[in-house]
């Protein structure tokens, strides 16, 4: 079988997969966040924290309660790593220094686990376990919880409670994430990723030989990065080490719990709605988007666009020959398109076009699906913006779901929209204007498209980096921390900003005047809308780096 045959196989096996669970989990995660009952655990949480399981918020109370729990994350995760000498299972570790900290702290609380570290000489167990993996968990449920509230919006009328978020956080968490988490860590660890704890332990029943290895506990923390679709690994070779992606079977597995949540959320959405053909209505913008993002990932690389690649006949430098060409292909396009992060492959190796392609996934907002809770938030912002945008073009009245798209909800979804776009040019252009761009190890529009791409995947909370850059400075650590704490907390006040407006509307009868928001022609839009809101934002950017590079 070719390279391009095993790869079309491998991708389509996963389409399959996830088509199979698209409806049982995403019921599932239905009953969760609908469900009125509570657990003893789930009531002892509730306790101890002094919430009332049955009081609801308005968007405003919820936004807090999201801001106050991720301050005091931050706090304490900083101060974790500050302090890590004088803790157990330190390894010896010094202290992480500020700026250091800092960055990391805000880049786990976020969502994004952007990493200027080598995480296997820099941090302790304590810190990878009791830090860095709980934040994997809760800012992958903050993330689901504000999708939750936006889609209680749509569902809701006349009245300005969107639920309670400590209930949505603890559900998410002990009844979708730590189940899932805990089924795909022995999956992992039967495909032969590590699970150890001490440093220096033996492995030779795992590895077939003998082998000491330093590592920590690499498999309970790969798949928690990978179901939060976080970037954070415990090696910094991340995903295309051998004890945490050995083989072709266990990369199939990483990427499908990379996919399977914001996948199956649009099932979710259908359901509380009333209606599950909006559901599969946006699942079917999403796969468009993604399968286009597989497609040319693969062509661009499998061709080997570039003198050097058409010399040799393969772009192999800097992949995993046990992925090949293709799986690692499809491994950046599915890590770019959710707001993971892992990498098994050297992106900043890979051809000029094909290159572009995981930067413009994350361009696009990360919708396709899109980070945990996060791709799907952001996907119905954009269908608010195509209604709009639709009302004025034909003279139809700009409703989504039977409420209304005023001033007040285009604004709210415009500001969502624009705040990205603004950290990421912004952010580029005091790279280059304080001389810290000089950080990238190539010149020209490479070079560019480094720094672009560092500020990109931070300002989008996707974790992964092009490489080819030293960020570790306290400038750029600064920079880049500023662009995860602010790409995350904006956009989530104003989507719950939206929410709240939207909730407090009475419902709108269809009529002859209401556009169709279940059909392909309107899913065709969104696609449009999605791909010409970019291309009017970066294309000048890319202009001076991929696509300079590659032309």
Known sequence: MTMTAAGAVFVLSLVVALVAVHKPFGDHMYRVVTGTRHARVERGIYKLVGVDPAAEQSWGVYARGVLAFSVVSLLFLYLLQRVQDRLWLSLGFDPVVPHGAWNTAVSFVTNTNWQSYSGESTMGHLVQMAGLAVQNFVSAAVGIAVAVALVRGFARHRTGHLGNFWVDLTRITLRVLLPVAVLGAFALMLGGVVQNLSGGTDVTTLTGGSQTITGGPVASQEV????????????????????????????????????????????????????????????????????????????????????????????????????????????????????????????????????????????????????????????????????????????????????????????????????????????????????????????????????????????????????????????????????????????????????????????????????????????????????????????????????????
Not at 339 to 346: C, I, K, P, Q
Not at 441 to 451: C, D, F, I, K, Q
């Open 224 to 551: 928690v990065k990978l179901l939060g679709t976080n970037g954070g690994g415990f090696y910094n070779a991340n995903s295309a080490h051998p004890f945490e992606n050995p083989t072709s079977w266990t990369n199939w597995i990483e990427l499908f719990l990379i996919l399977v949540i914001p996948f199956s959320l649009p099932r979710v959405f259908g359901r509380m709605v009333g209606q599950n053909r909006q559901g599969y209505a946006i699942v079917a913008v999403m796969a468009i988007l993604a399968l286009a993002s597989v497609t040319l990932t693969n062509v661009f690389e499998l061709t080997g666009h570039g003198t050097v690649p058409q010399a040799v006949g393969a772009a192999l430098e800097g992949k995993e020959v046990r992925f090949d060409v293709s799986n690692s292909a499809t491994f950046a396009a599915a890590t770019t398109l959710t707001s993971t992060g892992a990498v098994n492959s050297f992106h900043d190796s890979y051809t000029a076009l094909g290159g572009m392609v995981p930067l413009l996934n994350m361009m696009l907002g990360e919708v396709a699906p899109g980070g945990v809770g996060s791709g799907l938030y952001g996907l119905l912002t954009l269908a608010v913006i195509t209604v709009f945008v639709a009302g004025l073009m034909v003279g139809r009245t700009p409703e989504y779901l039977g409420k209304k798209i005023g001033a007040r909800e285009i604004k709210f979804a415009s500001m969502y929209f624009l705040v990205t776009p603004a950290l990421v040019l912004i952010g580029t252009a005091a790279a280059f204007a304080t001389g810290n761009a000089a950080t990238a190890l190539n010149a020209g529009p490479h070079g560019l498209s480094e720094v672009l791409y560092a500020f990109t995947s931070a300002s989008n909370n996707n974790g992964s980096a092009f490489a080819g850059i030293t960020v570790n400075t306290t400038w750029w650590d600064t920079a880049l921390g500023l662009c995860m704490l602010l790409g995350r907390f904006l956009p989530i006040i104003f989507v719950l900003a939206l929410a709240g407006s939207l909730a407090r509307q009475q419902p709108t009868p269809a009529s002859e005047g209401t556009l169709p928001t279940h059909r392909p022609l309107f899913v065709g839009m969104v696609v449009g809308v999605t791909v010409v809101l970019v291309a009017l934002t970066f294309l000048p950017a890319l202009a001076l780096g991929p696509l300079a590079e590659g032309l």
